[in-house]
């Protein structure tokens, strides 16, 4: 009985170090694609539009090289942040409207809804008529939610958030 229990605890041992050691790779950004995971998004851009967006959001983010498959309507990058890595990905197809944005990552250091803060922002800035900087503003914190315009007591509404 004892050495049964010890067999267990040594096997549920090992089965928490390699849950603990899965690392991020770009084959669990394809992966978590492919199951429909990641944060999808519609914006009034169109395909080229949020290519462009879509890219200096990673950069303003930290990534590096960006990997463009235009033909297959995706991006892929790598971020470091400090001890931190992601891999990410971000879709680009057409759509009632505009542009289906969804970002899939797999690592700490970037977080799909990040990327989309930072999406709306580039389209906030351009609305705007002002450039894209090559370094990336400050994020408003604290932006109200919102469904329209309506809503919001300053600024506009892109995608559930006011932005000035």
Do not use: N
């Not at 914006?43 to 879509?54: L, T």
């Not at 580039?122 to 002002?130: E, I, M, V, Y």
């Amino acid at each position: 009985m004892e050495r049964s229990q010890g067999r267990r605890t040594a096997v549920l041992a090992a089965l928490c170090l390699l849950a603990a050691c899965q690392t991020p790779s770009m084959g669990g950004v394809f992966g978590k694609k492919s199951q429909a995971g990641g944060v999808s998004r519609v914006y009034p851009v169109d395909q080229k539009q949020a290519w462009d967006i879509a890219a200096r959001a990673f950069r303003w983010e930290g990534a590096g090289k960006i990997e463009e498959h235009r033909e297959d309507g995706f991006q892929l990058t790598t971020i470091v942040k400090g001890a931190s890595t992601s891999y990410a990905g971000a879709w680009i197809e057409p759509a009632q409207g505009g542009s289906k944005v969804t970002c899939v990552v797999d690592g700490d250091a970037l977080l799909e809804q990040r990327f989309h803060d930072r999406f709306a922002q580039a389209l906030s800035l351009l609305k705007q008529g002002g450039p894209l900087p090559d370094v990336a503003p400050p994020l408003p914190e604290g932006l109200s939610r919102c469904a329209s315009d309506t809503d919001c007591d300053v600024g506009t509404c892109v995608e559930g958030r006011c932005r000035r």
